[in-house]
């Protein structure tokens, strides 16, 4: 976490714990305790509450940002491809760079402020990097629509959450959809984010969601971004491959489990 990184662990548990010697076991116990308390904290606030539409997401910053950089980096390419792979790497450096400084900016700004306040907003930014709860609200309708047999809403409520045709889809098909979806986003929006968070906080935890980000909004291989959005796609299946690989396996065991 950045308190780890920051030194704010060793001074929070000064304060809390005076007498406490450091290196001992306790103090040992302490900070892990103390250090990752606001991933803990964020992802119970995710799977409590989720994303409130009323709650400004960090999201939506991100992606006025890639928008505007993408017009600008484009002006005067002329469909140069040269160009747009160039520019389209400076992007994918751009926007991942300038997020993880500006939540490293805010929390360490937060952490000088009062050591309370540095927990409560590196909490929020935790809470709002995770996607647990919505995958589960997004994903089920198609589940209950399946319950009851309405083959036609499970079409329409997967075809929210997929780009192919749902409209011939038979119930084998929707429970494969629905799984697929829930198999790559689990990755996007809980498995990566953790992992991340868990190295390097919330400025990385951040990081990782531009660079995801980057590639749901330009990393298509259509005309239009073939040559421009190539380097954020890459960029994303690299944060991606490993954490992939980890759910895959969570994955597997949970199914074993509910056999």
């Not at 040992?28 to 990752?36: P, R, T, W, Y």
């Not at 006025?64 to 790497?89: C, H, V």
């Not at 829930?182 to 809980?190: C, L, P, Q, R, S």
């Not at 400025?203 to 005309?223: F, W």
């Amino acid at each position: 976490m950045l308190m780890l990184l920051t030194g704010q662990a060793d001074d929070l548990i000064y304060q809390l714990m005076p007498g406490v010697e450091q290196g001992s076991s306790i103090w040992l116990i302490a900070f892990v305790l103390v250090s990752s308390w606001p991933l803990l904290a964020g992802f119970m606030l995710d799977m409590a509450i989720g994303d409130p539409r009323w709650l400004p997401h960090p999201i939506r910053l991100i992606g006025w940002s890639i928008k505007t950089m993408e017009k600008l980096l484009r002006s005067g390419t002329n469909s140069d491809s040269r160009k747009l792979r160039r520019r389209g790497a400076a992007l994918a450096v751009l926007i991942p760079l300038m997020t993880a400084l500006a939540s490293a900016a805010l929390l360490l700004l937060a952490w000088k402020l009062h050591f309370v306040v540095g927990l409560i907003l590196e909490t929020v930014f935790c809470w709002l990097i995770l996607a647990t709860r919505s995958l589960m609200t997004e994903t089920r309708p198609v589940h209950q629509a399946l319950d009851h047999g309405d083959l036609e809403a499970a079409r329409e409520r997967i075809s929210w959450l997929v780009g192919r045709d749902t409209a011939e889809l038979d119930r084998e098909n929707i429970v494969k959809a629905a799984v697929e979806t829930i198999a790559e986003n689990t990755n996007d929006g809980v498995t990566a984010p953790l992992f991340y968070m868990a190295l390097g906080g919330p400025v990385l935890g951040m990081a990782y969601k531009a660079i995801n980000t980057l590639d749901s909004m330009v990393g298509y291989r259509n005309e239009h971004y073939i040559f421009f959005g190539r380097c954020s796609a890459r960029l994303d299946d690299a944060a991606g491959f490993l954490t992939a690989r980890i759910s895959a396996l969570l994955m597997i065991i949970a199914a074993a489990l509910l056999k």
